[in-house]
C-alpha cells in the first residue's frame, strides 16, 4: 500500500514538473507593439532589453512604423495590440471609431526644425519670419520642409509654429510630408531646406553638419507639446486588464531608467534606432539633447492634447467636436504608480 503510494505520489510530482513550462508558457502574454524610430520610444526598448517584459509574463515583438498614422492604421486592423506613437493620430483614430485608447505618456516637446544650407545661413541670430524672407528674396523659391503626413504631431506642431507662433508668410513655405527615414535622408541630401525632426535625429544632423540650425525646439513650436504616448488596443484593455497595469509599471520603470541611465538607454537603444550605423555615444548625447524630455504621466498632456485638437480641427485634419477626454484611459497608469 505504501508503494502503491509513493509511486502515485511520484507520479503526480513528475506530471507537475513534466507540466510545468507548458503552464509558464500558457501564462505568457504575447503582445505585438509598434513603435516609430524616435528617441521617445526608448522606454519600450529599455523594458524589453533588460528582460524586465519576459519576467513580468509577457512575450513582445516590436514592429516599426515611419509615421503615427500608419502604426494607427494597423492597430485599428488589430496587426498589433500597443503602440508607441503621437498622441494626434490616437485622438483621430478614436474620433473615427477606432477601439483604442492612451495608456501612458512617453515624450513631450520632441519636435524640433532644423534648417541646413541657405536657410539655415538666414535663420543666423534672426526671427524666424524674416529667416524665410532673406531665403526668398535671396533663392527665389519657397523653402521647403519635410514633415510627416497631416493628422501627425510633427506635422500639427510644424503649422502650429508657422502659422502661430513664427507667423510666417505661408507663400514662403513648401510642406513636404514623407515618412520619418526619407525626412532625414532628404534634409542630410539637401533636398529639403529644413525638417521637424526628433532626437536622435537632431543629434546626428547637428553633428554630421554643424552648420545647421535649430530654427525651433519643441516648447517654441506648441508650449507643453504632447507628443509619444503607449496605446492599446480596446482588446487589450477589456482582456488583459491587469497585464496592462503590469504593463504600463515596466513602461514607467523604464522612463526613469531612460532619465537616470542615458549610457545604458543608449546601449539597448541602439539595435532599434541606429540599426548599428549610429554610435550608442550619439544616442546618449540625444537623450540628454534639450530636445529630449520624458514623462510617463498621462495627465500630463491631456490638457495641451485638447489644445492640439482645437488646432487640429482648424486646420482641418480633425473632426470637430471630438471630446479628447475619452481618448484616454488613466485607469492603468494610476494603478501601475500606486504599486
Known amino acids: 500500500m505504501l508503494k ?151 506635422n500639427t506642431t510644424l503649422q502650429h509654429w508657422l502659422s502661430k507662433m513664427a507667423k510666417v508668410d505661408p507663400a514662403l513655405v513648401e510642406i513636404v510630408p514623407m515618412g520619418i527615414e526619407k525626412t532625414q535622408q532628404a534634409l542630410m541630401a539637401g533636398a529639403l531646406d529644413a525638417a521637424t525632426i526628433r532626437e536622435p535625429t537632431v543629434t546626428i544632423v547637428r553633428q554630421a553638419d554643424p552648420k545647421s540650425a535649430i530654427m525651433a525646439l519643441g516648447g517654441d513650436m506648441f508650449p507643453q507639446q504632447p507628443g509619444t504616448v503607449v496605446a492599446a488596443h480596446g482588446s487589450v484593455i477589456k482582456n488583459h486588464a491587469d497585464a496592462l497595469t503590469r504593463f504600463v509599471a515596466l513602461h514607467v520603470k523604464a522612463v526613469d531608467t531612460v532619465t537616470a541611465n542615458p549610457k545604458r538607454t543608449a546601449e539597448l537603444a541602439n539595435e532599434y534606432l541606429g540599426k548599428g550605423l549610429v554610435e550608442p555615444a550619439v544616442l546618449e548625447s540625444a537623450i540628454a539633447s534639450p530636445a529630449s524630455k520624458f514623462d510617463a504621466d498621462p495627465h500630463t498632456i491631456l490638457e495641451p492634447s485638447r489644445k492640439m485638437q482645437a488646432y487640429q480641427e482648424e486646420l482641418g485634419t480633425a473632426e470637430p467636436g471630438i471630446a479628447v477626454d475619452q481618448a484616454f484611459d488613466f485607469r492603468f497608469y494610476d494603478a501601475a504608480v500606486k504599486k
Open 4 to 154: 502503491t503510494w509513493k509511486t502515485a505520489a511520484a507520479a503526480v510530482a513528475l506530471a507537475l514538473v513534466t507540466a510545468a513550462p507548458a503552464a509558464r508558457a500558457a501564462e505568457a502574454l504575447k503582445l505585438e507593439i509598434g513603435y516609430i524610430p524616435i528617441l521617445a520610444a526608448a522606454p519600450l526598448f529599455v523594458l524589453e532589453g533588460e528582460g524586465w517584459a519576459k519576467k513580468e509574463g509577457f512575450e513582445l515583438k516590436l514592429t516599426r512604423f515611419e509615421s503615427g498614422p500608419a502604426g494607427i492604421q494597423a492597430l485599428a486592423a488589430g496587426k498589433i495590440d500597443m503602440l508607441y506613437a503621437g498622441v494626434a493620430p490616437v485622438i483621430v483614430a478614436k474620433s473615427k471609431g477606432v477601439d483604442v485608447a492612451v495608456v501612458a505618456n512617453s515624450g513631450m516637446e520632441e519636435m524640433t526644425v532644423v534648417s541646413r544650407g541657405p536657410l539655415a545661413d538666414a535663420s543666423d541670430g534672426v526671427p524666424a519670419a524674416d529667416a524665410f524672407k532673406a531665403f526668398f528674396a535671396k533663392n527665389g523659391r519657397k523653402a521647403k520642409i519635410g514633415t510627416q503626413p497631416p493628422g501627425s504631431v510633427p
